[in-house]
């Protein structure tokens, strides 16, 4: 691990009341940043507007790809001859490594240029791409998402990194994580609603193909623009640390992909799950007595990071299993079509797209803290409205109404997480902080719907009592994780 900054010493009091100061170089995230009095003040020039298209691009790709082909499956499934079990690794084989491999990408990027990593990762999505494209069986299809994977793990923590460190903290960079959070957001939901589309107009492989078009147009971009981080003195890669955490994450994430489509008692859960927890507890040892560790836990041990990343693994758990199982209830209990379907989520998409236009400059006016609880509250409180559904028509607007504005309060959230967690982290250590960042959503989006989904299929009052069920559980645990992350980083500050 990098040798730690010499802290900067406590600025000095301007003010004739008694106040403590928070430690030097951990801002308190519910204190807005000096000098911004109204919210519309940050403003980026030609060459940061270019250098947060590249950066954002390449995550909207990212986003794409988690949702685009999932509407394509049965149709890849008959040309490629595929079984239904089979499937499951279309998803599967992307989700191990771009999880698994977050964190150690982004502590390779620290210790050895995090451009370097980026342009490595974003060369290998695309050519990963081209060879889904042109898939010919199974086997070259599932090497090809098994590679978009890696690809993605090295792009996601390296580019907010390159972010974090472009811009500095402030207004800047919560606006600049507002645009990312929402193209974040925008890209999963129009890989929903166009993924079908592209199928129907021009088969599955254009889902891939279109993946293929945007590394090309942005990987040629991204060289001229971006500026390699600086790298700190050389220190060893901590290689047991590395083993544990990657493996750790892969079993973890294969054991609650696998149940969310078998369930917990199939052998492979029961295999993968207690190894995943067994290997994080030896990587929680292991990096307690390396000198140079991969994760620092006394970074773990910062209010702002540790409750962060509590808020980002809430929201994203939380989020997806709302959609996943309204998505169920819109086509087995309404008999929507998919299309129809999609387009409910659309609505959602629209207003996340606008609530990400303006959350970067309100964390910037009433700080993080607030609105990473407020947003939290919102969606909560908003996901208690379904249970007023219904069989009537008249409870698909509620619905479709309903998740659009949680999708607002959740995509709030997503940007002051990423605010809080990588708040007062030196630049040296901020691969690993958005390592952090982007392995709470990865895991996020994978326990959610194992977790809670079962509960809406095997409830005794069938799918509309599941739905209610699941409904009460989420916003009890949203709610929850407000009043804890209220609490724990209000005791932060005093």
Known sequence: M???????????????????????????????????????????????????????????????????????????????????????????????????????????????????LFLGGLALFGAA??????????????????????????????????????????????????????????????????????????????????????????????????????????????????????GGLLALIYALSTAAERGFGHPDVLVALPLGLVLLALFVRVESRTAHPLVSLRMLRRPTVAFGNLGGLVTFSMMSTIVFVLTLWFQEVQHLSAFRTGLAFGVQGVLSVLAGLVAGRTVSRFGARRVLVGSLLLQGLTTLALLGLGPGAASVWLATGAVAVASAGHLGVIVSYGVTATSGVPNAEQGLATGLVTSTQQVGLTVGIPLLGVLATTAAGGLSSGVRLVVVVDACVVLAAAALIAVGLRARRS
């Open 2 to 116: 990098t040798t730690e900054l010499p802290a900067a010493p406590p600025p000095a009091k301007t003010s004739p009341e008694p106040r403590q100061e928070p430690r030097p170089g951990t801002p308190h995230p519910d204190t807005p940043h000096p000098g911004t009095p109204r919210p519309g003040a940050p403003r980026f020039g030609a060459r940061d507007a270019l250098v947060l298209f590249v950066l954002c691009a390449a995550q909207f790709m990212v986003a794409l790809d988690f949702s685009v082909l999932n509407v394509a499956l049965p149709v890849l499934g008959r040309d490629l001859g595929m079984g239904d079990s089979a499937l499951q690794w279309a998803v599967t084989a992307f989700a191990l490594p771009s999880g698994g491999f977050l964190l150690l990408s982004g502590r390779l990027g620290d210790l050895h240029g995090r451009r370097r």
């Open 129 to 246: 791409s081209l060879l889904a494209t042109l898939a010919w069986n199974p086997a070259s299809f599932l090497a090809g998402r098994a590679l978009q994977g890696l690809g993605a793990a090295m792009i996601v923590p390296t580019g907010m990194a390159l972010l974090t460190t472009t811009f500095p903290e402030g207004p800047r960079r919560d606006r600049a994580l507002g645009i990312s959070g929402t193209l974040l957001s925008l890209g999963f939901t129009l890989g929903m609603v166009g993924g079908g589309t592209l199928t129907d107009l021009l088969g599955w492989r254009s889902t891939m193909g279109l993946l293929t078009l945007f590394a090309v147009l942005v990987l040629p971009l991204a060289p001229g623009l971006l500026s390699e981080s600086r790298v700190p003195a050389r220190t060893r890669l901590d290689l047991p640390g590395a083993f544990t955490v990657t």
